[in-house]
């Protein structure tokens, strides 16, 4: 019997030193499991469009979903629309031109920088800066409703422009997979015209 604690005890060291080992490993790949996330969100958008020199504010809906390669970059997908339009009106008649956005589409590079809080804070788990870049495609809408003596007519016109976009966020990240980021992106800059916003987005990890 004494021979066999001699022998345990001999042993114990190595078979600590391995439990460890596995600890340590396991927790590696738990950390890295959780920095491979995908993510969805839908942020709400304060357009700014700068159309043939007149400033106008539609607003919209956006849907993002994206998904990290590694703890700092991936790629995303943006799909969103502006339904509820700014309207640029005549000073001296009844005419008046109606603005929205049928839809804003862009496929972005981000990357993503997370640190933890300065305050210790029992249900957030982290927050994060944020950089996007790249190709965005923009339809703007616009009726003109022209009057004169004769009576009112109106016109639809559809302007579809494709651009470099880029922007960036600053985000807090909940420790239930759930997230808040506020966000400035540029989605077109063209001589006529340029579409630019302030987005506030509620993100889900998965």
């Not at 920095?35 to 469009?49: D, E, F, I, K, T």
Request: net charge negative; hydrophobic share 40%.
């Amino acid at each position: 019997m004494r021979y066999w604690m001699l022998i345990g005890l001999l042993f114990s060291p190595a078979l600590w030193a391995a439990d460890q080992a596995d600890d340590t490993q396991t927790a590696q790949v738990a950390h890295f499991q959780d920095s491979r996330y995908g993510y969805a969100a839908a942020n709400l958008m304060h357009l700014n469009l700068d159309y043939d020199n007149y400033e106008l504010t539609p607003s919209g809906l956006m849907l993002r979903l994206g998904g990290m390669v590694d703890e700092n970059w991936g790629v995303e997908l943006r799909v969103g629309t502006g339904p509820s339009g700014d309207t640029r009106r005549s000073e001296t008649s009844r005419n008046k031109v109606d603005y929205t956005v049928d839809h804003v589409g862009a496929l972005l590079a981000t990357g993503k920088w997370s640190f933890d809080s300065p305050v210790v804070k029992q249900h957030v788990e982290s927050f994060f800066v944020q950089g996007f870049a790249g190709v965005a495609d923009v339809k703007v809408k616009t009726v003109a409703r022209r009057c004169n003596a004769q009576g009112c007519r109106s016109g639809v016109d559809r302007n579809d422009d494709t651009s470099l976009a880029f922007g960036a966020a600053l985000g807090m990240r909940t420790a239930y997979n759930i997230g808040l980021s506020l966000q400035y992106m540029q989605y077109v800059d063209k001589e006529y015209i340029t579409v630019s916003g302030i987005e506030g987005g509620l993100e889900w990890y998965f």
